[in-house]
């Protein structure tokens, strides 16, 4: 199990917080660029075959989970908001949770301030 990933020079682990912009081809031909930003769950497969899955809670706390694979062409631009401190290398627990609590992974340096 991989709990840590290399994308585009960026080292991404489980529990970062990221927004990835994605192609989207409508009907009428157009291709327009969607944003989809949530929390890394899980990493999954070796070299080329890499894949992350991300989560977010959309509107009415549900669920929303995507799996993109890194060399996907769709992929567009992926920035990496917030890193997380988690000591899982899948966060399957996240999915029972509800709004806060969905939200709440540790972050990295949040007890220094103590």
């Known amino acids: 199990m991989a709990k840590y990933m290399t994308f585009n020079d960026q080292e991404v682990s489980v529990g970062d917080t990221v927004r990835v912009y994605v192609k989207i ?5 157009k291709i327009q660029t969607q944003a989809f930003e949530g929390i890394v769950i899980a990493i999954d497969g070796r070299e080329s075959n890499k894949s992350f899955t991300v989560r977010k809670l959309a509107v009415d706390n ?4 995507r799996i993109f694979p890194v060399g996907s062409p769709y992929i567009v631009k992926f920035e990496l908001k917030k890193k997380g401190d988690v000591r ?5 627990y996240l999915r029972a949770r509800v709004g806060k609590q969905a939200s709440k992974v ?3 340096f949040d007890k220094v301030a103590e």
Not at 62 to 65: A, Q, T
Not at 88 to 92: D, E, Q, S, Y
């Open 25 to 29: 081809s409508q009907e009428d031909g």
């Open 62 to 65: 549900i669920g929303v989970e």
């Open 88 to 92: 899982r290398a899948k966060l399957n």
């Open 106 to 108: 540790r972050e990295l």
